[in-house]
């Protein structure tokens, strides 16, 4: 009864390879979220979907992009990892500004 | 700049020891706070929250929180911990919105 699910748990690449990591939500919630946590660190927030809407942080590498084709799935869409882009992944999914509910993540290494 | 900090990196205790996380914030305007534990191998998961009301929230497994406003803390706490509560603990902040800054976690380990 996982109720956010990302796929693939594990996800290995090659330096400057495009990757995407899926996401899907089966709680029908109108903000999904992607952080990116290093080992040891605070999950970071990378850009979340307000419904429609993407708000990306200022912060956030132009690499990241992201796609929610509707409301059950979102996208991140890394164009050329480096070697500091190895972290684990984290979906999240919440209604408005109630508590996010995160899936497993996605631990993405780079050879 | 509005920040959330956990004091301790690592803790370290005996099972039936009394636990207490602090989580201390910088901002002075509405926050919603909460607690997430991430079990090992597992996703993060809601232990409690704050939004408004008593100060004092309890929270799923014996945890329980006190948001103290004039110390901008929210110090997460449990009586009596069982070997099942090694985790990483984060404290969360959303700061007059609905985005989440993390601390950088604690780590605890009960010891059998």
């Known amino acids: 009864d996982a109720m956010v699910i990302q796929n693939p748990r594990y996800q290995v690449t090659q330096f400057g390879k495009p990757v995407t990591l899926s996401c899907s939500q089966t709680l029908n919630h109108n903000v999904m979220y992607w952080y990116q946590q290093k080992s040891s660190q605070a999950p970071k927030l990378l850009f979340h979907?307000?419904?429609?809407?993407?708000?990306n942080e200022a912060d956030t590498p132009d690499n990241f992009q992201s796609r929610r084709p509707n409301t059950s799935f979102c996208f991140l869409d890394i164009r050329s990892p480096g070697l500091g882009d190895a972290a684990m992944y984290l979906c999240a999914t919440s209604r408005s500004n109630q508590p996010q509910h995160f899936g497993d993540g996605t631990r993405l290494s780079i050879l | 700049a509005q920040s959330v900090s956990q004091h301790n990196h690592h803790v370290i205790l005996s099972e039936a020891a009394s636990l207490e996380l602090g989580c201390n914030y910088s901002y002075g305007g509405t926050v919603n706070l909460f607690w997430y534990v991430q079990y090992p191998g597992q996703h993060l998961q809601l232990l409690l929250k704050?939004?408004?009301?008593?100060?004092l929230v309890k929270g799923i497994k014996g945890f329980e929180a006190e948001f103290i406003k004039s110390k901008f803390s929210f110090n997460l706490r449990k009586p009596s911990v069982q070997w099942s509560d090694t985790a990483e603990y984060f404290c969360a902040v959303a700061f007059n919105d609905y985005k989440l800054s993390f601390g950088a976690g604690t780590t605890v380990t009960v010891r059998a």
């Open positions: 704050y939004f408004s009301g008593d100060p």
């Open positions: 979907y307000y419904d429609k809407d993407f708000n």
